[in-house]
């Protein structure tokens, strides 16, 4: 195996892996928090807006829209958050290795972001199932809280903003996907590409 060219560390791979710890230690907590604690992360998220705006009985309505999205898809929720998990503990063993200088660092890391990229479109269709049946079920609620603090939308007619606000809660899986992805696509650039083979070597 060829040995590194570049003793010192660039910018950019301390950057890089601190980065890495950061997103790999918060996907690791929320991974653990929903195998421990199921919930449907688009419907909590709604809820989540109810409880910011004071609507506590539209947040307990969307909590059960949550706890019934995940009695319909037990294993889907099961499945997304025991992947998420798998995917972050190759992203910390990745940064553990690049931390400790070990030569299978960039390996490592490039196996960390093709599971990544894995995990976010496998697990996407039954994000978007979940979210489908929080969008049907939580529109109508989040609509009544944007009303009742102002903000409404003028010149549109009420099932067209039940309509818009069913678009934008279906989209949240998307979004999150997508953000998942072009955060492995930097990794795989990165240590893939010329500065990864500068740093640890062509064959690492």
């Known amino acids: 195996m060829t040995a590194p060219q570049?003793?010192?560390?660039?910018?950019?791979?301390?950057?890089?892996?601190?980065?890495?710890?950061?997103?790999?230690?918060?996907?690791?907590?929320?991974?653990?928090?929903?195998?421990?604690?199921?919930?449907?992360?688009t419907a909590a998220a709604i809820e989540d807006v109810a409880r910011a705006t004071g609507q506590i009985d539209a947040a307990r309505r969307l909590a059960g829209i949550s706890r019934a999205v995940v009695a319909a898809h037990?294993?889907?929720?099961?499945?997304?958050?025991?992947a998420a998990a798998v995917v972050a503990l190759l992203?910390?063993?990745?940064?553990?290795?690049?931390?400790?200088?070990?030569?299978?660092?960039?390996?490592?890391?490039?196996?960390?972001?093709?599971?990544?990229i894995v995990q976010q479109l496998g697990t996407l269709p039954f994000a978007v199932a979940m979210a489908r049946r929080a969008a049907e079920d939580g529109a109508?609620?989040?609509?009544?809280?944007?009303?009742?603090?102002?903000?409404e939308m003028p010149g549109m007619a009420q099932a067209d903003v039940a309509a818009a606000l069913r678009a934008a809660v279906m989209m949240m899986p998307v979004l999150r996907a997508g953000m998942g992805i072009a955060w492995s696509l930097a990794l795989l650039i990165f240590f893939g590409g010329r500065r990864g083979r500068a740093v640890f070597g062509p064959d690492s």
């Open 6 to 41: 570049t003793s010192r560390r660039p910018v950019w791979l301390s950057v890089m892996s601190a980065a890495m710890l950061v997103y790999a230690g918060m996907g690791l907590v929320d991974a653990l928090s929903l195998l421990r604690h199921p919930q449907a992360a």
């Open 91 to 116: 992203t910390l063993f990745a940064v553990a290795a690049i931390f400790s200088r070990d030569p299978r660092a960039r390996r490592a890391t490039l196996g960390a972001g093709w599971a990544g």
């Open 74 to 82: 037990p294993i889907a929720v099961r499945l997304e958050a025991g």
């Open 140 to 151: 109508p609620v989040l609509q009544h809280v944007l009303a009742q603090n102002g903000k």
